[in-house]
């Protein structure tokens, strides 16, 4: 079965550094986001994008987030200057087409992010 | 916005218990998905039910759209079953999720 894959799986960093998510959507489909999940609360959204534009994104996505689509097959999701409170699993997710219309979103394994 | 609404916050069962978890959405919407996450934190699509009824092996589905409600069926609960079971609904293009049911299923 097809699967949207995350590296890294964990990643360390210290405060005030660039971090790069990164993500392999499944390959047909063509809405791709980011959420996050702080540790023991729901999950968030955080953007989406489609047609290699952002089509929404939450207060949550301010200006120290950027995500990229650099070629065919990668998603990336930046945060310039980390904070002690980007720490979280940050789930990326893709949703594709069926007969019916929109199928539903299949995420990512997460990549768990500590900012220290 | 929409507010979602899972019950119960906890369930523990003993194995092979039958469980139903609930969702209330304050909106209409076309996508519903059921999640449950495993212990590892991984997000393990289970439904996509915007209305109707699924069903696949020991868990199945049912939304009523116009009342605004989803339930999820475990029968025959395993100690595998155990973790955090998401509800997340939306209009396009976002999910926007409940604050989960945690499950816990003891031999």
């Known amino acids: 079965e097809p699967e949207v894959t995350q590296t890294p799986s964990h990643q360390v960093t210290q405060m005030g550094q660039e971090v790069i998510l990164r993500c392999v959507p499944i390959s047909n489909h063509l809405y791709f986001y980011w959420y996050r999940q702080i540790l023991g609360q729901k999950v968030e959204f955080l953007v989406s994008?489609?047609?290699?534009?952002?089509?929404?994104k939450s207060e949550i996505f301010d200006d120290q987030f950027s995500v990229e689509r650099p070629d065919g097959s990668n998603f990336t999701l930046k945060i310039r200057s980390t904070k002690l409170e980007d720490s979280a699993m940050y789930f990326c997710?893709?949703?594709?087409?069926?007969?019916?219309?929109?199928?539903?979103?299949?995420f990512g394994q997460g990549t768990r992010l500590t900012v220290v | 916005g929409i507010q979602v609404e899972q019950s119960p916050p906890d369930l523990i069962l003993q194995e092979g218990a039958n469980s139903t978890l609930r969702c209330n959405f304050s909106?209409?919407?076309?996508?519903l998905q059921w999640f449950h996450q495993n212990p590892w934190g991984q997000l393990i699509n289970l439904f996509y039910?915007?209305?109707g009824t699924k069903q696949n092996g020991r868990l199945s589905a049912t939304t009523v759209a116009t009342e605004r409600y989803s339930l999820l069926y475990i029968s025959s609960s395993q100690t595998t079953d155990s973790g955090v079971y998401f509800c997340?609904?939306?209009?396009?293009?976002?999910?926007?999720f409940g604050t989960g049911t945690r499950l816990q299923v003891f031999p």
């Open positions: 039910i915007p209305s």
């Open positions: 997710a893709s949703r594709g087409l069926s007969r019916q219309g929109t199928s539903g979103a299949f």
């Open positions: 909106d209409s919407v076309n996508n």
């Open positions: 997340a609904v939306g209009d396009q293009p976002k999910l926007i």
């Open positions: 994008f489609y047609n290699n534009e952002i089509s929404e």
